[in-house]
């Protein structure tokens, strides 16, 4: 029997589009203990804030130590100098425990994607509070699906993957950034659509938030480690 051209061509395609879906993958090293991917970019070096600025202006004016970032209040949210479009990012905290207070009041700080969307940081742990504030929420957008808060004290996991906004030379929306998120290990945030923001078509800095914006603001001490980013 012969085939036609097209006959032939259907039969052909499946065939290619096989070998393509067979190319083998990049090869990426994870990290062993609190080590980071090998192509990730690490983006605190555990011993000083290089590459870290102060929305107060100039070099980031927060601590380091024991290989962690210190925020006081009132010493400024820190924002890195390397801006970003979408990536998979890692990063550690502990919220204090702060018996004194409550609700937004306790352990409060936030993850800034792209320096607009915020990700929840709280201390969770038996502290009631509204639910679009709650820690693992993206905040004022979507509670999260579970608190998987630890206790205060404790160092906690956050691991995101950040798709960012599809826009055209205009600045016009095509295709909304999602937010997918794991707290302690948990999936918290699952392709969460995001409200974009015009600054968020272009990439962005990573933002850790010293929440003393208001008066009265109850000092504070936060810690982070392990920050680091892949590209996606």
């Not at 890692?90 to 204090?96: G, I, Q, R, Y």
């Not at 272009?202 to 914006?213: I, K, T």
């Amino acid at each position: 029997m012969v085939l036609s051209r097209l006959t032939m061509a259907a039969v052909l395609l499946p065939a290619a589009a096989l070998c393509q879906e067979d190319a083998a993958p990049r090869v990426v090293t994870p990290g062993q203990g609190d080590a980071p991917p090998s192509d990730a970019v690490v983006l605190f070096n555990g011993k000083d804030m290089s590459g870290w600025l102060s929305t107060a202006g100039g070099p980031s004016r927060w601590k380091v130590e024991n290989g962690e970032m210190l925020c006081v209040t009132y010493t400024g949210s820190a924002y890195t100098e390397r801006k970003f479009g979408s990536a998979q990012i890692h990063l550690e905290f502990k919220v204090p425990d702060m018996p004194q207070h409550k609700g937004q009041l306790k352990g409060n700080s936030g993850v800034y994607l792209g320096g607009a969307t915020e990700i929840q940081i709280l201390d969770g742990y038996n502290n009631p509070t509204y639910a679009l504030g709650v820690v693992g929420a993206i905040y004022n957008q979507h509670p999260p699906l579970v608190n998987a808060s630890r206790k205060p004290g404790e160092w906690q996991t956050c691991d995101i993957v950040y798709h960012a906004p599809v826009c055209d030379s205009q600045g016009a929306v095509r295709e909304e950034g999602t937010v997918t998120l794991f707290l302690n290990g948990v999936l918290v945030q699952d392709h969460a659509g995001l409200k974009t923001r015009e600054e968020m078509c272009q990439p962005g800095p990573l933002l850790l938030q010293d929440h003393s914006g208001f008066k009265g603001a109850p000092v504070t001490e936060i810690r982070f480690r392990n920050l680091w980013s892949r590209p996606l």
